[in-house]
């Protein structure tokens, strides 16, 4: 006899940005589509290393969406695209344990016409207690710079080991490793994991060095006189 699929929770992520710097406003809007209801969500954004939590007045039922609002201080930040980090929690019913999360993030474009320096990809893996995570990392501004690498599970997974720093070539790609822990994760099921790459200390201030001179550049351009 089949064995009746049990209702699930199925969270999809959007938001936009609200203001820019110096105090950045994000709108993230939360979606279930499942069909099955989540009961006490909150939501964690991250930004910079600064964190958020927001928690939803009311459940999110099946079909049905909300959306929280978060604020940060960044100061100053030169043009570019940063990852909001996101971390939603639930329960899906009222048995004590009974809690999931999923993880989530958003690019939020800050400035005029920001340009990614590194793409990256991650393909999917297998897990059975510790996997290895091949990220695919390339220069999308024909430039060399320094990365660093963090990766972000949830509930019942875990990131395992340091977060790697990585010189990416100005030509051609390379491959860095990171790797994710099982720990009360159910089997099987599909969990989805963020990778996030920031630029290292010395490459962001070098990466802002030449978006400031290539902005003084433009400024100090004369246009060429009209023609006859």
């Known amino acids: ?8 929770v199925r969270l999809q992520t959007a938001g936009a ?6 105090r950045v406003q994000v709108r993230v809007d939360l979606a279930n589509l499942g069909d099955a209801a989540a009961h006490g969500v909150t939501i964690e ?3 910079l290393g ?4 927001s928690r939803l007045e009311e459940d999110l039922p099946a079909q049905v969406g909300g959306n929280a609002t ?3 201080d960044v100061g100053a930040l030169a043009p570019g695209v940063y990852p909001l980090a996101l971390h939603v929690k639930y329960a899906r019913s009222s048995a004590a344990g009974d809690t999931a999360s999923q993880r989530g993030y958003l690019l939020l474009a800050l400035g005029a016409s920001p340009r990614s320096a590194v793409r ?14 091949p990220v695919r990392l ?12 963090r990766m972000l599970a949830p509930l019942g997974l875990q990131a395992f080991g340091p977060e790697p720093e990585v010189s990416v070539p100005q030509f051609g790609s390379v491959t860095a490793e990171m790797k994710v822990l099982r720990g009360g994760a159910p089997r099987p099921s599909m969990q989805g994991l963020v990778v996030l790459l920031m630029l290292a200390a010395a490459g962001y201030q070098e990466h802002r060095r030449r978006r400031e001179r290539r902005a003084q550049t433009a400024e100090g351009a004369e246009s060429p006189p009209p023609a006859p």
């Open 17 to 22: 940005v609200e203001s820019g710097p110096p």
């Open 50 to 53: 600064q964190r958020q939590l």
């Open 120 to 133: 990256l990809t991650v393909p999917e893996v297998r897990l059975d207690t510790l996997a290895r995570v």
């Open 138 to 149: 390339e220069s999308a501004d024909m430039r060399p710079h320094r990365v660093r690498l």
């Open 1 to 8: 006899m089949a064995v009746p699929a049990r209702a699930e």
């Open 70 to 72: 978060f604020s940060f």
């Open 45 to 47: 954004a991250e930004l």
